[in-house]
């Protein structure tokens, strides 16, 4: 049996959408969790962060209103990690989606590709 995995997304979020059909379609076991009733906490991105791999910038939702509103592009660099961990857990909208965490593995951002070659 495969892994249920924890399916971040924003119900209104077109992206998720798609990565949560594709889900669907493969068969793949998730539990869904909506990022703007429960915002992921500090330690959870902490530890979402080390599993992924990725530069911390890529949990950013770039393309979000937010994260325009406060001119993040600018005010990242002069951040550290530990600054910059606390703000994305200030507010759900700030962080990039989907997310689908695994045991193994945690994914950010769903492009269809990369999802398959980690989970299969």
Not at 10 to 29: H, Q, V
Not at 56 to 79: C, H, I, P, V, W
Request: charged share 30%; hydrophobic share 40%; aromatic share 10%.
């Amino acid at each position: 049996m495969k892994e249920k995995m924890l399916f971040i997304c924003y119900s209104k979020c077109s992206t998720c959408k798609k990565a949560e059909k594709w889900l669907r379609e493969n068969g793949i076991p998730f539990t869904v969790r909506d990022i703007k009733e429960e915002k992921p906490a500090l330690k959870e991105l902490s530890s979402w962060h080390k599993a992924s791999g990725l530069p911390l910038k890529r949990f950013f939702n770039t393309s979000g209103n937010l994260y325009k509103a406060l001119q993040l592009k600018e005010k990242l660099q002069d951040m550290n990690e530990a600054e910059q961990l606390k703000l994305l857990a200030s507010d759900g909208m700030l962080v990039k989606r989907p997310i689908l965490v695994a045991k193994k593995f945690v994914l950010a951002g769903f492009k269809e590709a990369e999802w398959q070659k980690k989970i299969y």
